[in-house]
T-cell receptor
Framework: GAGVSQSPSNKVTEKGKDVELRCDPI?????LYWYRQSLGQGLEFLIY????????KSGLPSDRFSAERTGGSVSTLTIQRTQQEDSAVYLC????????????FGSGTQLSVL | AQKITQTQPGMFVQEKEAVTLDCTYD???????LFWYKQPSSGEMIFLIYQGSYDEQNATEGRYSLNFQKARKSTNLVISASQLGDSAMYFCAMREGISSGSARQLTFGSGTQLTVLP
């Protein structure tokens, strides 16, 4: 498809388990972002991949969170030893890497930690 | 300090009336972009309108327009002739530029929940 694809759309896991969330950006987009949105809240920035530069990890809430982007395309967000407060919608977005370029968002992964 | 401030958690407007959603921002950069997104209850993020820091004219896109006041660092969204389908959460966001010509990540405000009344 032409849009940003995220999988799975829903993930239910038990506290303490690790989870991997996947994002497939729009082809040609050099910038890729991960955001987290708790119920009824705004978007919390997590991490930003910008071309070949080192990623901006300043938004990752703890060392349990990590992300990688292989070959400048697909990205995986990993949450280790999940906690209940990790429950949220995780949104991925991609864009061209210029100030005036809008972000295209995926439909998100709803993560529920029991 | 908050980079993007939306002071209206909730707003109501009568159908067919106009409504203004407020947004102020904080940056020391000269080059930046301002965006508005709409998020209906379905959860998708829909891009509405963009204003560049160097744009002299206020941006318009159909029923959406921006009241961009650079000196005051504000970029208020005006929705004219509101429709029931406009009921959604509205987010203001800013993307700052860096000297190499590329950009930083998009920073969002906390959003305004707009409800259009029939």
């Amino acid at each position: 498809g032409a849009g940003v694809s995220q999988s799975p759309s829903n993930k239910v896991t038990e506290k303490g388990k690790d989870v991997e969330l996947r994002c497939d950006p729009i082809s040609g987009h050099t910038a890729l972002y991960w955001y987290r949105q708790s119920l009824g809240q705004g978007l919390e920035f997590l991490i930003y991949f910008q071309g070949n530069s080192a990623p901006d990890k300043s938004g990752l809430p703890s060392d349990r969170f990590s992300a990688e982007r292989t070959g400048g395309s697909v990205s995986t967000l990993t949450i280790q030893r999940t906690q209940q407060e990790d429950s949220a919608v995780y949104l991925c977005a991609s864009s061209y890497d210029r100030v005036n370029e809008k972000l295209f968002f995926g439909s998100g992964t709803q993560l529920s930690v029991l | 300090a908050q980079k993007i401030t939306q002071t209206q958690p909730g707003m109501f407007v009568q159908e067919k009336e106009a409504v203004t959603l407020d947004c102020t921002y904080d940056t020391s950069d000269q080059s930046y972009g301002l965006f508005w997104y709409k998020q209906p209850s379905s959860g998708e993020m829909i891009f509405l309108i963009y204003q560049g820091s160097y744009d002299e004219q206020n941006a318009t896109e159909g029923r959406y327009s921006l009241n961009f006041q650079k000196a005051r660092k504000s970029t208020n969204l005006v929705i004219s002739a509101s429709q029931l389908g406009d009921s959604a959460m509205y987010f203001c966001a800013m993307r700052e530029g860096i000297s190499s010509g590329s950009a930083r990540q998009l920073t969002f405000g906390s959003g305004t929940q707009l409800t259009v009344l029939p």
